[in-house]
């Protein structure tokens, strides 16, 4: 008797919709990152040059590749003996592209940053799935974070390759303590280790963050299994991070001691400073409304209601610990925040108060599909957002702004004409951590930029305080006359120092037209100074005992 053939056995209705929701999942997770991708590329447009810093680390890929790839002991940014103390890998990374596709570093930085920032999000998918143990979740935290201005702001700009680089590589390592916190699998041990030995010579601040987040997810007892066998794998990893960073960490100490890394170190660790952060909101301020940052602190003071404590702790003591990028980094656990506000939205609009429609529990394009109202609110969140995200690519007090060709110009004439052992004074009227004129003057224009900051905090902290004194106090004359000038130079004894002020609108087209109009007229109007280059980009004053024959007198370039 011949038995009918066994059918091959059909997937499951279960198995269809998981296999359908991963394909959305991951459909839906690309058109975030391409959105995140949008919001960081698009503010290069502005500029033929990287965005706001960089000129530091460009520098540095140079002085590294002409070494041979091996570490010099000090870098010639700025014609000053600055230890080369800085964690190398983003500079390597910088070296490295640029020595393969023969681009100048200058030209690598204005990219790759934006390009590390954009992954960032996939990185904070995988942290925030993991930890609210839901991909869904995990998505819709992406999601926030790739609009959240905060969360790129600082990092797509040139010196954006080394915290960019930290901060991709901390959510990495992250993710995989995590696991290793719920498997006690040695691999994911291993991968932390490796992981945050990567943080540590990509950026120290971002090495901080990882360490700080970890404590606070081990505090809440986000682990299985007995706290010694959790704590042996923590130390395990800790140990594998110190030594994958070792090479470096010998090399320095080696040369210049632990003296570089204290100095840089305790110009950034000021409880004091980020408590003011935290009680001003200082990670949700901005000139133009942020809309999933506003949900993110929403859902922070819903979680504390709630009693659940960990987020909220986790975005305070990111604040505390690291006054300044903790902006940058408290987008991480703001993100998450933003889950459990979404959620309630969706159940609220499409399933009513009795919650039978939720995101911590319903895919997301199920939820589309039953529910049109759905679909509207969200496309008005992702108009909102991309709104701003624009809106925020022309504030002029965003850190997003790139030289111009023309500034460019006047720093090739300078290195072309001015003496070699010149100092300029280059006012612009802005905060150091944004001057971008005054960290790429030394390395375009190859002369030494008298008060530039960058680079002073590996030289120890008093010469870091005493040089952004002498900065504060040269900006101080952007909107002053020549007095301010002449008092600043005696002040730091630069008597023989160049003027350079630079033309046109700075800070985009919403910033002031001309930083230092009534400097620049009393300055060519003053006896003590001779007005040496009228062209392109700026005009520059030399100290009339500091013209030579080599530099011309008089404003022959207009």
Partial sequence: MLRPRAASPEPTTREEGQRLGDLNLRFLLVVVVLIGAVVRFLPLAGSRYPLNDGGLFAHM???????GFVLPAFTTYNGEAIPFAYPPLGIYLTAAISAISGDDPVAVLRWLPALLSTASVVGVFLVAAEILRSRWRGFVAAAAFAVMPHSYLWLIGGGGVTRALGLLLALLALHQGVRMMRTNQFRNVAATGILGGLTLLSHPQAAVFLAASLLVLVG?????????IITQNLVLAGAGAVVAATPWLISVIATHGVAPLISAGSTSLDPAIGLSQLLGLRFADGSVLDLMTALGVLGIVVRIARSQWMIPLWLMVTMLIDPRAGTTYAAVPLALSVVPILSEIVQRTAG?????????TDPLPSVIRRHRAVA????LLLFVTLRTAARTAVDPTAPMYGLAVDHVAAMRWVATNADADGRFAIVTGRGWESDYLSEWFPTLADRTSAATVQGSEWRGLSTF???LAEYRQLQNCADKTAACLEEW??????????????KGALFGPRSLADCCSALRETLRLSDRYVLVYDGPGATIFAPVDAVTSGLPSAATRR
């Fill in 61 to 67: 890929a140079s002085d590294l590749a002409g070494n």
């Fill in 352 to 360: 009513g108060p009795d919650g039978t429609v939720s995101l911590e």
């Fill in 220 to 228: 809440f007892h986000v682990y299985r299994g007995p706290v010694r």
């Fill in 376 to 379: 509207v609110i969200l496309s």
């Fill in 489 to 502: 130079s005696a002040r730091w004894n630069e008597s023989s120092t160049y003027a350079f002020l630079p």
């Fill in 465 to 467: 305080l005493d040089r």
